[in-house]
């Protein structure tokens, strides 16, 4: 009797066991997120199972490179068509990856306002930034020397707010 039980029990609770642990390891998400970076690579790769695999940058330096796969197919074409720009990746990771190369599996994406295009060099980008902050340090010192004597300033302020209202919102931001 006992054999009888064992020979029907043990092939069903093998199955379950099976089908939980590829539920847990391949199909539940231990986290999800997103990540913000300049898409550096998407490919297809594999020799026998195809993959999309990426990169993205999130910075300089190593650690701020971060690897992904991609298994929806429509979501890995449209990346592919935007490599090279800034963009949000939406990920799910997983305590198994295989046969993708990374645990990371992204399942939706955004281009991150203010995309760089990828004509554009990193140190024209330094160099606008640059130029930015230098405007705005000169500017607010400028405004910082004249403002002991009010009545010059006060002028100085009614001046730009009827000349150039541009100029004139960034008061403001000096003491940001």
Known sequence: M?????KVLAPIV???????AK???????????????????????????KTWEGTIDEGSGDKLTHYFSVKDNA??????DYEGKLVIL????????????????V???????GSIE???????????VSQSILSKTLFCTMLGTIYKDQELYKAVKKHLEEN???????IDKCND
């Open 107 to 113: 399942v939706a994406w955004a281009p991150k306002e």
């Open 2 to 6: 006992k054999s009888w039980k064992f």
């Open 164 to 170: 150039n209202l541009y100029l004139f919102k960034q």
């Open 118 to 128: 990828s004509n554009s060099t990193d140190e024209n980008v330094k160099e606008k």
């Open 14 to 20: 093998l199955i379950s066991v099976l089908v939980l």
């Open 90 to 105: 939406y990920y799910e990771e997983y305590l198994v990856g295989w046969p993708e190369d990374t645990t990371y599996n």
């Open 75 to 80: 979501v890995a074409q449209e990346l592919y």
């Open 23 to 49: 539920f847990i390891l391949f199909d539940f998400p231990i986290s999800s997120g997103k990540r913000v970076g300049n898409l550096v690579k998407i490919s297809k790769k594999g020799k026998i199972i």
